[in-house]
């Protein structure tokens, strides 16, 4: 992230954080970030990665707080909720997906009516985050 009065960089994600499964899993092509999203405090961000995985890094520790794999193809988006309890995840394998984040690889809901295949899609929440709206390609 960057430090808008200073104009630096003051945390960068390195390659450290994939392990060798996740290296293996996705020819090496792990250290792409699709989407992030912060938190409300501004402490934690969760982010989307090219190769399906979700982290969440804790900005004050400059650390990786967790990681798992949510999508079996490029992780498109994610958006987490006004109450940062939930958050959504999009991915090219048609799929969108609630997790809690309190149990971080909780999933709680599969959306798969997609009907365009291994295309982006894309979700938000609306309603005071009783409803998501999806859109795909």
């Known amino acids: 992230y960057w430090d808008l009065n200073e104009g630096k960089v003051k945390y960068e994600i390195d390659n450290s954080i ?7 899993k996705t020819q090496n092509s792990v250290n792409t970030v699709n989407s992030l999203s912060f938190f409300d ?7 989307g990665f090219r190769n399906g995985y979700v982290k969440v890094f804790d900005v004050r520790e ?14 498109n988006s994610v958006k987490l909720s006004r109450s940062n309890d939930y958050f959504l995840t999009c991915g090219r394998d048609s799929l969108g997906k609630l997790w809690d984040i309190r149990n971080y690889n ?3 809901i599969t959306f798969s009516d997609h009907k365009s295949k291994n295309f982006n ?8 985050e ?3 709206i999806t859109g795909s390609e």
Request: hydrophobic share 45%; aromatic share 22%; net charge negative.
């Open 18 to 24: 994939f392990t060798e499964e996740e290296f293996l």
């Open 41 to 47: 405090s501004g402490n934690l961000f969760v982010s």
């Open 130 to 132: 009783t409803m998501a």
């Open 106 to 108: 909780t999933q709680l």
């Open 121 to 128: 899609i894309e979700f938000n929440f609306f309603n005071n």
């Open 62 to 75: 400059k650390r990786l707080s967790f990681s798992f794999y949510a999508h079996e193809n490029k992780l």
